[in-house]
Nanobody, 124 residues
Framework: QVQLVESGGGLVQAGDSLRLSCAAS????????VGWFRQPPGKEREFVAAIKWRGDTTAYAESVKGRFTISRDNFQNTKYLQMNNLKPEDTAVYYC?????????????????WGQGTQVTVSS
């Protein structure tokens, strides 16, 4: 059973940075592609970023390109989302999702496992 746990969310001011972590247990996380999604208040869940299970292939939403970076640490069994120059419109619950041997999918339906989410609030 794959369990994903996000951490690193919080309340910050516009222009600040946060690093979200997605830790996995019960599996060799290096064989999983990971996607980050977010759900702003009152809106649908949307794609943020994704990384292929191996190599450096990544994908980003246009709204975060150049500000957010997705990465992995296979030794720590963790994937990260570095978020710089945060804006109020980045306020959302952020979720990580995983798919074994996956590509950097943009569609949430492609992912097999989901974390519970971590809240990110950016004040202006």
């Amino acid at each position: 059973q794959v369990q994903l746990v996000e951490s690193g969310g919080g309340l910050v001011q516009a222009g600040d940075s946060l690093r979200l972590s997605c830790a996995a247990s019960g599996v060799t996380f290096s064989t999983y592609a990971v996607g980050w999604f977010r759900q702003p208040p009152g809106k649908e869940r949307e794609f943020v970023a994704a990384i292929k299970w191996r190599g450096d292939t990544t994908a980003y939403a246009e709204s975060v390109k150049g500000r957010f970076t997705i990465s992995r640490d296979n030794f720590q069994n963790t994937k990260y989302l570095q978020m710089n120059n945060l804006k109020p419109e980045d306020t959302a619950v952020y979720y990580c999702a995983a798919k074994q041997f996956g590509a950097p999918f943009r569609s949430p339906e492609e992912y097999s496992y989901w974390g519970q989410g971590t809240q990110v609030t950016v004040s202006s």
